[in-house]
Nanobody, 126 residues
Framework: QVQLVESGGGLVQAGGSLRLSCAAS????????MGWFRQAPGKEREFVAA??????????SYADSVKGRFTIFRDNAKEMVFPQMNSLKPEDTAVYYC?????????????????WGQGTQVTVSS
């Protein structure tokens, strides 16, 4: 299984942008679908975005709450996955987690993922 490390979190004002990074080690993410989830204080972890295995095109999926504002993409040569987050809102404040799923397609379900990072905090001030 790959090991995942997120970075890029921080404090940003509402309307601002942030790009998170997820770096993989101990294996290649090229045969993994990748996902991002988040967990706000007092809430359950929820799906944010996913991108398919590199060999199955660049299919992506997004939660309705972030559609049109977030874009997920991958750089397989660097073994990294990025969500570009624009037009951030205070309700986007959460710990963001990167996850890897061995298989072709991303999933909205946590249980479908095999490896998880430790998370990175994103705080959006109003």
């Amino acid at each position: 299984q790959v090991q995942l490390v997120e970075s890029g979190g921080g404090l940003v004002q509402a309307g601002g942008s942030l790009r998170l990074s997820c770096a993989a080690s101990g294996g290649s993410i090229r045969t993994y679908a990748m996902g991002w989830f988040r967990q706000a204080p007092g809430k359950e972890r929820e799906f944010v975005a996913a991108i398919n295995w590199s060999g199955s095109g660049t299919g992506t999926s997004y939660a309705d709450s972030v559609k049109g504002r977030f874009t997920i993409f991958r750089d397989n040569a660097k073994e990294m996955v990025f969500p570009q987050m624009n037009s951030l809102k205070p309700e986007d404040t959460a710990v963001y987690y990167c996850a890897a799923r061995y298989g072709w397609y991303g999933s909205t379900r946590e249980d479908d993922y095999n490896s998880w990072g430790q998370g990175t905090q994103v705080t959006v001030s109003s």
